[in-house]
């Protein structure tokens, strides 16, 4: 799998690349890639979100997307990673499973402790990556178009943690967001910095 680091880049024009992204994988003029950025702040959705989820204030930008998933926040401090990956060729039955578990891999690596959570039958979905305490600290949201995968995850390194209490983060209302940063200053130690947290990710998903 390709690394592409992008540095930060507007929501929209990320989303208009990615439909480009996955014509190449399609057509089998690209190779896996895996690529890693920030947004500016805003917060995307998916068509099954109720509006009363969304920022009501208008301090918030919202965008709907064509991802699964329900309302998610992006922005300075969170690194997101798009998957261009064809599954068609050798890639895993359960994206979003072998997602998680690389991902809980990665912050391993990095001394943050985390685990996935199974959902509960009739209740709302549990996806993405938690602490053992349960809060939430990486948010997934997929979709699949030709066998090939786009979207993907958004890791809290240093996010501004307030931001969610605007708004419900994937229509888990009452569920407590958290950060790499808060972790690691809860148990007094250093937090992992961005690039190590990006090159964490690249290795694991590289490697899985």
């Known amino acids: ?47 099954h979100t109720a509006l009363s989820d969304l ?17 998610t926040y992006h922005g300075p401090g969170q ?16 994206v979003v499973r072998w997602l998680e578990l690389a991902l809980i891999d990665a912050l391993g690596d990095l001394g943050i402790p985390a685990v996935r959570r199974e959902t509960p039958k009739g209740g709302d979905s549990l996806v993405g990556v938690w602490t053992p305490g349960h809060h939430k600290i990486v948010s997934i949201g997929m979709r699949i178009r030709g066998g090939v995968t786009s979207h993907g995850f958004a890791i809290n390194v240093d996010s501004d943690l307030g931001v969610y209490e605007r708004f419900v983060a994937c229509r888990l209302d ?27 990710v690249a290795r694991r998903l590289g490697a899985r």
Do not use: C, K
Not at 37 to 45: A, D, G, N
Not at 79 to 94: F, H, K, S, W
């Open 79 to 94: 690194l997101v990673g798009y998957l261009i990956m064809n599954l068609r060729e050798g890639g895993p039955g359960d």
């Open 55 to 71: 920022p009501q204030d208008g301090s918030l930008p919202v965008v709907e997307v064509d991802r699964g998933g329900h309302a």
């Open 1 to 47: 799998m390709v690394r592409v680091d992008l540095g930060e880049i507007e929501y929209l024009e990320a989303a208009e690349a990615m439909r480009g992204w996955v014509a190449e994988r399609q057509a089998g003029t690209a190779p896996d890639r895996l690529f890693l950025l920030t947004h500016p702040p805003v917060v995307t959705y998916g068509r």
């Open 174 to 200: 009452g569920v407590t967001m958290t950060s790499l940063r808060r972790i690691a200053d809860d148990a007094n130690r250093p937090a992992p910095t961005m690039s190590q947290v990006r090159d964490a």
